[in-house]
């Protein structure tokens, strides 16, 4: 107990800044001792200033206090020094780099323990101990160690800032609620931060639950990947049964072929062998009937002819003759194996299309929302050419075909199949799959500006771009526009434009059309299903000389 006691005493006399016994100790007017030399040091780091404080309690004092040296505390120390109990813990913590440093301690700080924010200052273990032992200290709002604490100082003013004013929303102190911030709605600093802790509880709580329902939907998509790519592997691994299953019928039927094209070679050949032989075997004796006939006409002897002549003069009957068949003994087979090839590949060609360019919705989010700027459109521009095998005769193309112009003279294209004869219109090249979009320059009197099916119809009224459900068109010209789809016309509003864009989204079943001036004017929107891939199309009629083209946006 006894040397619990000095130990106590120790710490009663020891220098808050250098932890050791005082040394010619003074003592400041609001009853802290210190050193001559600590707190003199001390000052001096704060004469920029011209303020000076109590390490302890923060007080201020202006000017400078002159200290004197206290005497009764000098002595009471040099008893101290008489004792054997060390004058200094043993384990310091210093600060590193990085750390708070005690702003009491000096020459080598110490590492601060907490931070006080109202005598803004951070305090070692040592140091901070009087502000759980000093009542008016404890009451000391007290946190982690801090570098920023000067930031809680009124710039202006040089004090601790424990106001908020709502007005500019910004910290202040007392003295400014005086001057630029007078009749400001302020409240106190722990007032604010109440209100706005509820508010970032608030929202802790919407982050929270909107971290949860990002979370389902992270798991939903999981799975849908999860789904995409099983469903993928099952349809590659029934697609490779089936194809094999195709590939084995057809090499089995190749070989019932093969063998019943050798089996009747075999036939055929024996048969003519026969007939061969045969033939042979009526050479051989026609020949020897031939030489004893010879022999017979050089006999001397007339009697002897007579008598020889009737059983050498008569012939056998001779074979049947041969009739040879063109060298096509097999092109039946070769015909009917051609018929085949061509409708296998009629049903490939056809249906394949709509395997291949059938779209399997792997997108893990709805479709992104159409651009509301041109500048978000030509970033989906693609490059239109039409198709000449699709151009109606009354339409010249050129510029590299992105033009046509309606001729009142008939152009000398091939026939094709894919051409339009009833209507002057014309498809582009390219197919239109996913977001596209495209701008299409018209002049003089008109232009319906389309997407449609390649199935479209050719040559009948059907074959009009919006007279079926294949096709889509946006008329215009001059006095007005008109949106046909299906035989249906539906008159349309909008600001008179010689350019239009048209933008699709495949996908998400969206075709849209655009007045393309200054600005983008929306005209006319289809929501839809599409089932195959669609195709640009012009068609001009309206008068002689009108042309359309699709612009370069690249």
Not at 287 to 315: G, I, M
Not at 354 to 375: F, G, I, K, N, Y
Not at 398 to 406: D, M, Y
Request: include cysteine; charged fraction near 30%; hydrophobic fraction near 30%.
């Amino acid at each position: 107990m006894a040397q619990k006691g000095v130990q106590l005493d120790q710490e009663t006399f020891s220098c808050s800044i250098c932890l050791d016994l005082l040394k010619d100790p003074v003592t400041t007017t609001c009853g802290h001792s210190y050193c001559m030399k600590c707190i003199k040091t001390h000052w001096d780091e704060e004469d920029r200033k011209g303020i000076y404080s109590c390490p302890e309690c923060r007080q201020r004092f202006t000017p400078r206090p002159v200290l004197l040296k206290n005497t009764m505390l000098a002595v009471l120390v040099d008893e101290m020094k008489k004792t054997d109990v060390p004058a200094a813990p043993a384990d310091l913590c210093y600060a590193g780099p990085g750390d708070v440093a005690c702003d009491v301690c000096t020459g080598r700080k110490l590492k601060a323990l907490k931070s006080c924010l109202q005598c803004l200052t951070s305090y070692c273990e040592k140091h901070l101990q009087r502000h759980y032992d000093v009542a008016p200290l404890s009451k000391h709002k007290l946190v982690e160690p801090s570098k920023k604490l000067q930031e809680n100082v009124c710039s202006q003013h040089d004090e601790v800032m424990k106001i908020y004013c709502r007005t500019d929303r910004q910290s202040i102190c007392y003295l400014c609620t005086m001057d630029e911030h007078k009749g400001h709605d302020t409240v106190s600093a722990a007032a604010e931060r109440t209100e706005k802790q509820k508010e970032l509880e608030v929202s802790r709580l919407n982050i929270q639950q909107r971290i949860q329902d990002r979370e389902k939907d992270v798991k939903l998509l999981q799975q849908e990947v999860q789904n995409i790519n099983r469903s993928a592997d099952k349809t590659v691994e029934d697609s490779e049964k089936m194809f094999t299953e195709l590939i084995r019928l057809m090499q089995k039927r190749s070989s019932e072929v093969k063998r019943q094209v050798r089996s009747q070679q075999e036939t055929e050949v024996s048969r003519v062998k026969e007939v061969e032989e045969k033939l042979q075997q009526e050479i051989r004796e026609l020949k020897r009937k031939d030489a004893e006939l010879k022999k017979l006409s050089n006999t001397e002897d007339h009697n002897q002819f007579l008598h020889s002549y009737p059983s050498l003069s008569v012939l056998s009957e001779s074979t049947s003759s041969i009739q040879i068949r063109p060298l096509r003994y097999f092109d039946h087979v070769t015909a009917a194996v051609s018929r085949v090839r061509d409708k296998l590949q009629d049903v490939l060609r056809d249906k394949w299309t709509d395997v291949s360019l059938t779209e399997v919705d792997v997108l893990l989010s709805d479709s992104p929302a159409e651009p509301t700027t041109r500048a978000g459109f030509l970033k989906y521009s693609c490059d239109i050419t039409l198709d000449p095998n699709t151009a109606n005769t009354q339409l010249l193309l050129s510029e590299g075909n992105r033009k046509a112009r309606f001729m009142r003279n008939q152009q000398s294209y091939p026939s094709h199949p894919d051409r339009f004869t009833l209507w002057s219109q014309v498809l582009s090249r390219e197919s239109l799959t996913g977001r596209c979009y495209w701008e299409v320059e018209w002049r003089g009197a008109g232009v319906d500006v389309a997407a449609s099916y390649m199935n479209i119809s050719r040559g009948s009224y059907d074959s009009l771009f919006g007279s079926s459900d294949k096709s889509w068109a946006f008329r215009c010209n001059i006095n007005k526009y008109t949106f046909c789809f299906n035989d249906i016309q539906t008159p349309v509003s909008g600001p008179q434009s010689s350019r239009f864009g048209v933008y699709l989204d495949h996908r998400a079943g969206i075709l849209s059309f655009y007045s393309v001036s200054e600005t983008m004017t929306l005209l006319h929107r289809v929501q839809t299903t599409f089932t195959q891939p669609l195709y640009a199309g012009l068609r001009l009629a309206y008068k002689v000389g009108d042309t359309a083209d699709f612009c370069k946006l690249k």
